[in-house]
Nanobody, 124 residues
Framework: QVQLVESGGGLVQAGGSLRLSCAASGRTFRSYVMGWFRQAPGKEREFVAGISWSGGSTLYADSVKGRFTISRDNAKKMVYLQMNSLKPEDTALYYC?????????????????WGQGTQVTVSS
């Protein structure tokens, strides 16, 4: 069992940066694939970024590639999403997710554990 709590969201102007954090609890955290998803009003939840248990493998949605960076600290049981060059279309509720599989999957329905989300709003 893994519990996830996101933080770091807020209001930022276009072109600005934010760093999201996800605090995890549970003894098996280091064996989980971790990811970030987002959901804008009226839209489906979409994959943003994922990272393998070791941190050696990452995957990004095309829309954020080159602007966002996912990282993890297994000793602290933390996952981060550094978001640079933010755009108004990045506005959404951002969720941290965890899964015991060994593959980063982009379908939200395949992930087992979710946080409550943190709001990111980018003004133009």
């Amino acid at each position: 069992q893994v519990q996830l709590v996101e933080s770091g969201g807020g209001l930022v102007q276009a072109g600005g940066s934010l760093r999201l954090s996800c605090a995890a609890s549970g003894r098996t955290f280091r064996s989980y694939v971790m990811g970030w998803f987002r959901q804008a009003p009226g839209k489906e939840r979409e994959f943003v970024a994922g990272i393998s248990w070791s941190g050696g493998s990452t995957l990004y949605a095309d829309s954020v590639k080159g602007r966002f960076t996912i990282s993890r600290d297994n000793a602290k049981k933390m996952v981060y999403l550094q978001m640079n060059s933010l755009k108004p279309e990045d506005t959404a509720l951002y969720y941290c997710a965890a899964d015991p599989s060994h593959t980063i999957l982009v379908l939200s329905t395949t992930w087992d554990y979710w946080g409550q989300g943190t709001q990111v709003t980018v003004s133009s």
